[in-house]
């Protein structure tokens, strides 16, 4: 039997998503505890394998077994075994042509900005702190050039290990609610650090220090070098991914913290 889990997690603690030899990380923790419910051994392939720090709404991933569960055994047995900040939101049996990564359609990253004044000691490595205010509708208009099938090597870690740095971006948004600015981003896959290094320049367009064309221009170039830093990875959601409605797998989860960043964030570019 082939299922499909749904996993939601803080990833302030984990050397990332993938399982590391000597650090801890969430697929490591999400197969031990799959593993003792099944009583024999589990290996997760994800939809999009985040770094270190990131967070995770609708993280999708697959795996196979023999063992016969309940669904609700397989679901309320697993969060029992896992730590506090790891969960799975549902399982379902999938195909055997399901796969987890080379079945999606499309995945959707969310980066969390507090701007105010003050920071929020309760949010520490949830959101990014900017104190010198941002404009939104600034920061949405320079980037809706990055639409389209495009060269990311500008927004392309040093280290990534993809051998094309094209992408499509299907739709990228800055919208503010209160002091909250959020910039999402869905695309059919993302380079290594793609959507952090985005929102490093996009900060700096939001601060006034680069015109809204500069961000056409990094485009352009193809030059890493030549754009912003990488922003800090406590802001990064990995929020959805989409797949064929064949499969039928359900919406991520909603909960206190979807709320925060999964429902309606204020208009686009609002002031």
Known sequence: MRLAVGIEYAGSR?????????????????????????????????????DAGVHALGQVAHFETDAERPLRGWLIGTNGELPADIALSFVKPVPDDFHARYSARARTYRYLILNRASRAPTLHDRVLWRHRRLDATRMHEALQVLCGEHDFSAFRASECQAKLPIRQLRAIAVRRAGDLVTLEVTANAFLHHMVRNIVGSALKVGEGERPPEWIAELLASRDRRLSGPTAPPGGLYFARVEYPERYGLPPPASGPLSAIIGGELGTVGAE
């Open 14 to 50: 984990y050397a990332g998503w993938q399982r590391q030899t000597s650090a801890p990380s969430v697929q490591a923790e999400v197969e031990r505890a799959l593993a003792a419910i099944g009583n024999q051994p589990v290996n997760l392939l994800c939809a999009g394998r985040t």
